[in-house]
C-alpha cells in the first residue's frame, strides 16, 4: 500500500469512527435527512449546469448575453455545491472504509474533481466573457465537456450502491 493510499484509508477510519459517522449511521431518520439536502442540492446544480451550457449551445436564452445569465445564476450555482459538498461528507462518514474500495466512487471523485475544476477554471472564463470573445465552436464545446463531466458525478454516485466493495480492496479492513 502506498503512503497515500495509507493515509486515505486512516482518514476514511476517522471519518468512520467520527461523531458524524457514528451520529448518521446509528439514527433512524439522519441518513434520509441529510440525502434530502444532498438530492435537493444536485437537482439545483443540475438546473444551473443545464441552463448555462444550453446557452452556450444556443438552445435557450438567445437574446439575452451568457455573462448576465452566469452572474444571475452564480449564487445558486455556488449555493449548491457548498451544500452538495458538505452533506456528501456527511453521507460518506456514515461508511467512510466501505467507499474507499468502491470503484464506483471512487470514479464519482475523479468526475467531481474534474467537474469542480473545469467549472471554476475553463467554464467559468467562457462564460465571465463577452459573446464575442469566445466562437461558437469554442463554446460548443466547453458546455458539452461542461454537460458530460457533471453528469459523470451523477452517474458515478448512482452506481454506488450497486457496486459491491470487498474488504481485501481495503487492504482487509472492513467496514
Known amino acids: ?24 449511521r446509528d439514527s433512524v ?51 449548491s455545491i457548498a451544500v452538495m459538498l458538505l452533506s456528501g461528507f456527511l453521507l460518506f462518514s456514515t461508511e467512510a472504509v466501505k467507499m474507499y474500495g468502491n ?4 470514479l464519482k471523485m475523479c468526475f467531481l474533481a474534474l467537474a469542480l475544476l473545469f467549472t471554476f477554471t475553463v467554464h467559468r472564463r467562457v462564460t465571465s466573457a463577452d459573446d464575442g470573445q469566445i466562437g461558437p465552436r469554442w463554446r460548443g464545446l466547453i458546455a458539452v465537456v461542461s454537460i458530460l463531466l ?12 450497486y457496486v459491491t466493495t470487498s474488504a481485501a480492496s481495503v487492504g482487509g479492513v472492513g467496514s
Request: a positive charge; one cysteine or more.
Open 1 to 24: 500500500m502506498t503512503h497515500i493510499a495509507a493515509l486515505l484509508l486512516a482518514f476514511c477510519q476517522w471519518c468512520n469512527g467520527s461523531f458524524f459517522g457514528h451520529g448518521i
Open 103 to 106: 470503484r464506483a466512487f471512487q
Open 150 to 161: 457533471w453528469v459523470g458525478v451523477a452517474l458515478a454516485g448512482r452506481a454506488i450502491g
Open 29 to 79: 431518520w439522519l441518513f434520509p435527512f441529510v440525502e434530502i439536502f444532498h438530492l435537493l442540492a444536485l437537482g439545483l446544480l443540475g438546473g444551473t449546469v443545464l441552463l448555462l451550457n444550453m446557452t452556450l449551445l444556443g438552445v435557450r436564452f438567445r437574446g439575452q448575453p451568457i455573462e448576465a445569465l452566469a452572474r444571475d445564476v452564480r449564487p445558486w450555482m455556488l449555493g
